[in-house]
């Protein structure tokens, strides 16, 4: 089945593996837009240099905010730039039914694994697993990542203490966050939400979540961002 004529286009997932070799060439119906999502992993792989993951987990450092006592926040000297080489990952897990792209501005993780940062796909995190997060802007040139724990206290994870949100140098382009998060010992997952602007501020962002996480909590939040255009979330779960 010709998957544009028939109006559905294959998901970033799928490009993603497209590009790394998953899926074999020809495999995928390509558009204008398919074309320019691959153009720019291959830009971006060419020009910055390969991860160390090593490196990252040696440079890490652990620090617990007490106004986060779920979510640790870690800082890794070669984390920004060896993350931005794979920096448009899925949140989604795999499948074998094209869907059509999300849209709007992005929130992708990946964890540290033993050699390489692979895909988060929902599993369960022990205490101390790294994530490193990047986003696609979609034309926005800031963007404030808020957690909320199980008990839905919020807390900022992006920008750092003294800022209004995070800036993105490129609008246009996929941009990796700074450092990485892990969950602590306390109890309960951990949603990640991301709200974009242009002079967004921390408050504006916890205002837009304020409504549904009042109504219906983590899911009801989960639920505004994936659907919103200029907002997106990752839920961070925790290992049994």
Partial sequence: MDLN???????????????????????????????????????????????????????????????????????????????VALAIWPTTPPSTTPIAFRGGATLD??????????????EGLKPGDPVVF????????????????????????????????????????????PGSLALDDAAGDELIVAVFGDDLTIEEAKDAISGPLESGGLEAVAAWARAHPDADAVLLRRAP
């Fill in 5 to 83: 004529s028939a109006g559905i286009r294959p998901s970033r997932l799928q490009l993603d593996r497209l590009a790394t070799g998953e899926l074999p060439e020809g495999s995928l119906a390509l558009g204008p837009a398919e074309r320019a999502h691959l153009e720019e992993l291959e830009a971006l792989s060419a020009t910055l240099p390969p991860v160390d993951v090593a490196a990252i987990r040696a440079r890490a450092v652990r620090l617990n905010a007490p106004a986060n006592r779920s979510l640790g926040r870690w800082f890794a000297g070669l984390a920004a730039a060896a993350v």
């Fill in 109 to 122: 993780a990946r964890r540290v694994g033993e050699n390489a940062l692979v895909p988060y796909h929902g």
């Fill in 134 to 177: 990047s986003v696609h802007p979609a034309n926005h040139s800031a963007v404030v990542v808020l957690a909320i724990d199980g008990r839905g206290e919020v807390s900022v994870a992006w920008p750092e203490a003294g800022e209004d949100h995070q800036t993105l140098s490129n609008p246009h382009a996929a941009t990796s966050l």
